[in-house]
């Protein structure tokens, strides 16, 4: 019986360091390649109050998305693109397809896991392969059982980091041909990639590996520590994350990268926050996994529970999403993050903290927009980061609940932000403050004796 073969790229919009597809291109006779393009789920369009993807984001999926295609143009294959009804569309090619394999990631997230259980309910012969590789480890590895997972994540960095990493790269030079049925039907992507478009974030993983080289060829990474809460530069900080997020590069080939660097040039404080910074990434990863939608602040998609913004808050949330809170440091962040999708680390945790702490605004609602905006949005990343400024991040079961209360109010301390003090380490002139207001750095000094 021949083996047809349909490879589901998720979050894993690459080519290079690509184990199952690897594993694809051995098993099957023919190969469909299949991609889903993101949209805001009911939930989010809900807490968020967009109904849609932002521009900034759309464009480097879609960039992402065009890279990928081209790459398997390469190797003698199509790309095909679901975007609406993707399980029923999933389910048809599969049968119209005769398909008999599926490779697809392993995700942490709770609809992508359901779109798999879903798929393999309705056509149950089917032989699922899956890996968890858009991460540095594979559970089987953690000297804990899953259910284990430490509660925070310096617990989970003692135990890990020194843990052993696979970094021999896969290479993929072959893939099998399409199936000679497969037909026009299922939409391809529309290869439009601008070579007028600029700037330092352009989906995909040949911007992935090119931006990879560049920062590694200079120093950066030698004083990484130093210059990674800097609110602007790309030299200040990694910005690997808008293109992990989409898995065009993969954690394994940045680790990769950062050891070659080390050999070079040498290890210090700075190449470890690299890899510290890895780890935060492979703990939310894990941690949204085991947690499941409760990390949502919800136990189910159930939406009938859910309270909307009141009036007054619903206008200060307006507010905090386009950049006019009267808090400087925020409104500039907000800016930045409405004109390019993107926003540092040490702005997202101020944002974060006014919206809590300042505006007294449910930080899923924040999450939320973060996910219609973010170029890097990554699902555990992001709502693991909002939870934690939030005090949130490990939920208590219902007869500790004063001890949660107590555990809250401890944590909420610790993670809000003094905004005034926030702005003088890090931006002392008001360069970044001046550079997304239209208000000169006088007014901005008034509304700040106005509101603190």
């Keep these: 019986m021949k083996k047809v073969g349909l490879y589901l790229f998720t979050n894993d919009l690459r080519i290079n360091d690509n184990t199952l597809l690897h594993r694809a291109s051995q098993l099957v006779d023919d190969l469909l390649c299949v991609a889903i393009e993101p949209k805001l789920s009911t939930y989010s369009v809900r807490l968020s109050q967009e109904q849609e993807i932002g521009a900034h984001r759309h464009l480097f999926i879609k960039q992402a998305i065009d890279d990928l295609a081209l790459s398997l143009a390469r190797l003698g294959q199509r790309l095909f693109v679901l975007d609406q009804n993707t399980n029923e569309n999933l389910v048809q090619i599969i049968k119209t397809q005769h398909v008999t394999h599926v ?28 890996q968890h590789h858009t991460t540095l480890f594979e559970s089987d590895m953690f000297p804990f059982e899953l259910a284990k997972l430490p509660r925070s994540f310096t617990k989970f960095r003692l135990q890990v980091e020194r843990l052993e990493i696979e970094i021999k790269e896969s ?46 060829s200079h120093d950066y990474a030698g004083t990484y520590k130093q210059t990674r809460n800097a609110l602007d530069g790309i030299e200040n900080s990694t910005k690997f994350s808008p293109w992990l997020a989409l898995g065009c590069v993969s954690p394994k080939t940045i680790y990769r990268h950062l ?17 510290f910074e890895l780890l935060w990434r492979e703990y939310f990863y894990w941690k949204c996994l085991t947690l499941g939608t409760s990390r949502f602040g919800r136990e189910s998609s159930d939406l009938s529970n859910e309270q909307l913004l009141d009036t007054t808050a619903g206008s200060s949330f307006a507010k905090w999403k386009s950049g006019n809170t009267n808090y400087p440091i925020v409104d500039a962040c907000m800016r930045q993050l409405n ?18 702490y300042e505006l007294d605004i449910d930080w899923r609602h924040g999450a939320a927009y973060f996910e219609s905006q973010l170029i890097d949005y990554d699902v555990a990343s992001n709502w693991g980061n909002w939870a934690y400024i939030a005090g949130t991040l490990n939920p208590q079961a219902p007869q500790n609940a004063n001890k949660q209360c107590v555990t809250h109010q401890s944590q909420s301390k610790s993670r809000h932000f003094d905004l005034v003090k926030q702005t003088e380490m890090y931006d002392p002139e008001h360069t970044f403050i001046k550079k997304w207001h239209r208000e000169d750095e006088a007014s901005a000094s008034i509304r700040y004796q106005d509101v603190i």
């Design 259 to 275: 050891k070659q660097f080390e050999a070079h040039r040498g290890a210090n404080d700075s190449t470890y926050w690299i890899y």
């Design 339 to 356: 004109a390019t999708g993107y926003m540092s680390n040490r702005g997202r945790q101020l944002v974060a903290s006014c919206l809590i």
């Design 103 to 130: 490779f697809v990631s392993s995700h942490c997230a709770h609809d992508e896991r359901e779109l798999v259980k879903d798929t393999l309910t309705q056509c149950p012969d089917l032989l699922i392969s899956q």
């Design 171 to 216: 290479v993929i030079t072959y893939l099998p041909p399409l199936p000679q049925t497969a037909t026009d039907s299922y939409r391809e992507p529309i290869l439009e990639l601008d070579d007028s478009i600029t700037g330092d974030y352009v989906g995909g993983e040949t911007a992935a590996l090119t931006h990879l080289e560049n920062y590694f």
